[in-house]
């Protein structure tokens, strides 16, 4: 590495925003010979100035690196070929492996999906669709999904919720079209007492839920299955909604700034607990339950850390257009 690229890479660090866009803008300049420098820096686990500065000159340099990160792939340097994995998948999507690494890939994926458990499930914000289980064929159907992939928990939920999540392309006439990806959970058992065990499985997938309305999802989702809800934790905002349908139709929700807040007839896990609070709780539930985590206890399964023994099967991704695979979708994810 010469002398002006190891200034280029210490500048990436500098406290001066206006030296660190000089040093990104110097090494965009050097092209593909800044790609092996750079490597290292960029496939970091944790974060930092250096980090930021190496994905953003990879990532200006785009489809221009991809012929030398696939050559390090298949001849080296050793030390550089897994940074080069991690890299070629957040620069171009799996479609830009080669079949030997796509093949290792779907190998450590079904290897790491044998010694998952337990799995945990986001708790702290998010959306989410739940379904029963056993309905999983008529879920797929019901939302159109399509090349459905075996996927461990960490890993889907990356996909739906922090990685590329959607893509726009052109169809054969021209037309602008949105795929969304998503990631279906595994089986999670209902553990209240007092409710019978049913299995159920929850979907993720934020663009997808936000872009085409978790309410019209939930009710397309219980026509063919029965009975599907969708649930919703906004921190930032404050705000939690539960909706509840069955048959394709509306049952029971309640939203924070919806007005009225419920709707449809109180359910009888909310009937319990109008009746069992206390002086400080009565108005707290006088017209139901507001929380859309004690909803998901009860009416499914609540996220967070799942048990072992009630967890069954293992996680999908998939996508909602049969023309645009997972591979198409850009993105390193853990396993």
Not at 71 to 87: C, F, K, M, N
Not at 173 to 197: C, D, H, N
């Amino acid at each position: 590495m010469s002398d002006g690229t190891n200034a280029s890479v210490r500048d990436l660090c500098d406290d001066d925003r206006n030296v660190r866009q000089a040093a990104e803008d110097r090494l965009v300049a050097l092209g593909v010979q800044a790609v092996d420098t750079l490597l290292p820096y960029a496939a970091e686990r944790d974060p930092s100035r250096l980090k930021w500065g190496a994905e953003s000159v990879l990532q200006r340099l785009g489809d221009e690196a991809l012929p030398r990160l696939r050559e390090i792939r298949r001849q080296g340097p050793g030390r550089l070929r897994s940074d080069a994995l991690t890299v070629l998948l957040d620069l171009g999507g799996a479609e830009h492996l080669d079949e030997r690494d796509r093949r290792a890939v779907e190998r450590l994926v079904h290897i790491r999906l044998k010694d998952e458990r337990p799995v945990r499930v986001p708790s702290e914000a998010g959306r989410w669709l739940a379904f029963p289980a056993d309905r999983l064929d008529d879920a797929v159907a019901a939302l159109g999904l399509h090349d459905l992939r075996p996927a461990t928990t960490v890993m889907g939920v990356a996909a739906a919720t922090k990685s590329q999540d959607s893509i726009e392309f052109k169809e054969s006439q021209g037309k602008t079209q949105t795929a969304y990806r998503v990631f279906i959970t595994p089986a999670f058992e209902t553990w209240l007492s007092e409710v019978p065990i049913q299995n159920w499985c929850m979907l993720w997938g934020n663009s997808f839920i936000d872009q085409l309305d978790g309410f019209a999802l939930a009710d397309r989702l219980s026509e063919r299955c029965g009975e599907a809800h969708l649930y919703v934790l906004d921190p930032y905002n404050r705000a939690e909604n539960w909706y509840v349908s069955r048959d394709g139709r509306s049952v029971r929700s309640f939203g924070t700034y919806d007005e009225p807040q419920f709707q449809g007839e109180p359910l009888p896990f909310e009937v319990e607990h109008r009746e069992d609070a206390d002086e400080d709780e009565a108005e707290e539930y006088a017209e139901g339950v507001p929380y859309a985590m004690t909803a998901a206890d009860y009416l499914s399964v609540e996220p967070g850390r799942m048990p072992a023994s009630g967890t069954h099967g293992h996680g999908w991704l998939a996508t909602t257009r049969p023309d645009v695979p997972n591979s198409r979708f850009k993105g390193a994810l853990p396993l």
